[in-house]
């Protein structure tokens, strides 16, 4: 517990020494951001580096960028870690990405815990490997009733495979006579998601300039406000993380309605 109030003054302190942090209206913070972590191989080979240095230093942005949610007390914060796309790629990238999942939570878990995180994984995660599936599952059972920011992780994740497990799953309710089809609505679909329980997302931030939502969260962003920056994932800062959350608290949301909200 006291290592729980060090470790939440700690990084309040580091992101209070960021000017920025002072003039970010805390009362109209997103709910539920979301960010598509991309440009990592690019950022690499333009230092003449491996890919995969991309992908490690990718890492260490996603450390600042936790730390800096936590200092803010955002209530969701959902990364987009490896889509069910992303297979494609060179097996021994493939196999450098999931090696890299398996340090962090071997690395970072017990911090995490400290600092109040809960963690959670949303995608095909049965389809990982065992061990990779065992450390997934003891990490989110040991966060399980931490209070601070909900950290989701999207790995082997598409928002259209997400969909359609949704339909499926709720086809089969109606077929065994639990729920009626007229009674199927926006709530009953949402609690059919991986991401039942949680807000919808306010804040989209996309990093490396492409202007795409590449199959991340679909259902979920409808009503999203969206930021991208030409910034490659590891050089994005805790700075650039709180110009994107002090514009979105600028904007004015209508939701389709008429009334700025
Ligand atoms: C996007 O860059 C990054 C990925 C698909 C890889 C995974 C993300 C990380 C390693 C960050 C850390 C995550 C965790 C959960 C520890 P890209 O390879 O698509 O870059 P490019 O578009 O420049 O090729």
Redesign the pocket.
Same mark, same amino acid.
């Given at each position: 517990m006291l290592k729980r109030l060090f470790g939440a003054a700690a990084v309040k302190k580091e992101a209070e020494a960021y000017p920025i942090y002072n003039e970010l209206d805390r009362t109209r913070l997103p709910r539920h951001t979301a960010i598509i972590?991309?440009? *990592?191989? =690019?950022?690499a080979?333009r230092q003449g580096l491996l =890919?995969t240095a991309?992908?490690k230093a990718?890492?260490d942005?996603?450390k600042r960028v936790l730390k800096t949610a936590i200092a803010l007390d955002l209530e969701v914060l959902t990364?987009y870690?490896?889509?069910t796309e *992303?297979w494609k790629r060179p097996h021994t990238e493939v196999d450098f990405?999931m090696k890299?999942?398996s340090e962090?939570l071997d690395k970072e878990v017990r911090e995490m815990n400290d600092d109040g995180v809960q963690i959670h994984f949303i995608g095909r995660i049965w389809e990982l490997s065992p061990l990779l599936q065992k450390k997934i599952h003891e990490a989110e059972d040991l966060m399980k009733d931490n209070t601070g920011v909900k950290f989701i992780?999207a790995?082997n994740y598409g928002g259209q495979d997400e969909m359609t497990r949704a339909v499926q799953n709720i086809a089969k309710r109606v077929k065994d006579g639990e729920i009626d089809v007229d009674s199927i609505n926006n709530e009953v679909i949402e609690s059919s998601l991986d991401t039942a329980g949680l807000p919808p997302v306010d804040f989209m931030i996309r990093t490396?300039g492409?202007l795409r939502l590449s199959n991340f969260l679909l259902w979920q962003a409808a009503y999203a406000e969206f930021w991208f920056t030409d910034v *490659?994932?590891p050089d994005f800062s805790p700075q650039h993380f709180m110009e994107a959350l002090c514009d979105f608290t600028k904007r004015k949301r209508r939701f389709g309605g008429l009334k700025n909200e």
């Open positions: 972590m991309d440009g *990592n191989g =690019r950022w080979q =890919r991309g992908h990718g890492v942005t996603l990364v870690a490896f889509s *992303n990405i890299l999942f962090y992780v790995v490396s492409d *490659n994932w």
